[in-house]
Nanobody
């Protein structure tokens, strides 16, 4: 239905930066809001940032001022620029999309990428 794939994860030292990217395969469905979630070891998955199709973004308090989400609607792609990383940012980062039927706008249950690992060393 909708296939999302993340890229850009890796290992970085504290204070460094990474840029994550997420791209959706060509789809007949509509993707409204998109965002990034992350899951640290031993913790529940948490929201990092979201962005609407109009470009309105929201951030978790823990990443405000450090992370920036952007979107390219023409490609159904989003990015997450992560600056001043710290070990608490370590986790698997997942791309999420609010997928809808183009005819009814009914939710299709959301779309998730397989995740990309981000490891920040102190």
């Amino acid at each position: 239905q909708v296939q999302l794939v993340e890229s850009g994860g890796g290992d970085v030292q504290a204070g460094g930066s990474l840029k994550l990217s997420c791209a959706a395969a060509r789809t007949i469905f509509v993707i409204k809001a998109m965002g990034w979630y992350r899951q640290a070891p031993g913790k529940q998955r948490e929201l990092v940032a979201t962005i609407t199709e109009d470009g309105v973004s929201n951030y978790a308090d823990s990443v405000k001022g450090r992370f920036t989400i952007s979107r390219d609607n023409a490609k159904y792609a989003i990015s997450l620029q992560m600056n001043n990383l710290n070990p608490e940012d370590t986790g698997v980062y997942y791309c999420w999309g609010d997928s809808r039927s183009p005819s009814t706008m009914q939710s299709l249950g959301g779309a998730w990428g397989p995740g990309t690992q981000v490891t920040v060393s102190s």
